[in-house]
T-cell receptor, first 113, second 118 residues
């Protein structure tokens, strides 16, 4: 079983749609969770951290369910510029001191006009 | 702030040659740098963790004698792919973690180096 699993997609949605991505992780001791965005042939960039209480940043909402070891990302009012691969990322160590990050395969989003 | 550069951005080499990739933190000191590899349509895979002034810690399955890592200063780490072969062709990405309290976890990624071995 992969440490971080995501549906690779692609998700094809029209502009303005709401789309949700899910991710599961295997290490129950994990403490830090993130969503990164990666454009084609580019480095990943931090989109947002994911907190236990859930958090929102503009059109983006992240949720964490520790009991189910499940993370989600909701994008509202999709824009063409949201087209990218979204990476679910977990720090598997309890204290987070090592900085080690485990990346999911990524979910590809294509927003169509 | 928090800019990480990589050089070269792409390289093509013949099988059997060695290639050195540099990773620099331009405006901060990085206690730790990480090296990742990404094959097409796959996730980033951590290869090794590099701490300034000490030996790198390699992930399982990564040959330390083939992928030489040097982290001589707080702003520079290098990855040398020795005796490269076509199967080493990949996108190599470094990241750097800023020198702050241990719990701070954000990493800043370099733009990556695309290696093609003929």
């Amino acid at each position: 079983r992969k440490e971080v699993e995501q549906d690779p997609g692609p998700f094809n949605v029209p502009e303005g749609a709401t789309v949700a991505f899910n991710c599961t992780y295997s290490n129950s001791a994990s403490q830090s969770f993130f969503w990164y965005r990666q454009d084609c042939r580019k480095e990943p960039k931090l989109l947002m951290s994911v907190y236990s209480s859930g958090n929102e940043d503009g059109r983006f909402t992240a949720q964490l369910n520790r009991a189910s070891q499940y993370i989600s990302l909701l994008i509202r009012d999709s824009k063409l510029s949201d087209s990218a691969t979204y990476l679910c990322v977990v720090n598997p160590t309890p204290s987070g001191n090592t900085g080690k990050l485990i990346f999911g395969q990524g979910t590809t989003l294509q927003v169509k006009p | 702030g928090a800019v990480v550069s990589q050089h070269p951005s792409w390289v093509i080499c013949k099988s059997g040659t060695s290639v050195k990739i540099e990773c620099r933190s331009l405006d901060f000191q990085a206690t730790t740098m990480f090296w990742y590899r990404q094959f097409p349509k796959q996730s980033l895979m951590l290869m090794a963790t590099s701490n300034e002034g000490s030996k790198a810690t390699y992930e399982q399955g990564v040959e330390k004698d083939k992928f030489l890592i040097n982290h001589a200063s707080l702003t520079l780490s290098t990855l040398t792919v020795t005796s490269a072969h076509p199967e080493d062709s990949s996108f190599y990405i470094c990241s750097a973690r800023e020198k702050r309290e241990a719990s701070y976890n954000e990493q800043f990624f370099g733009p990556g180096t695309r290696l093609t071995v003929l």
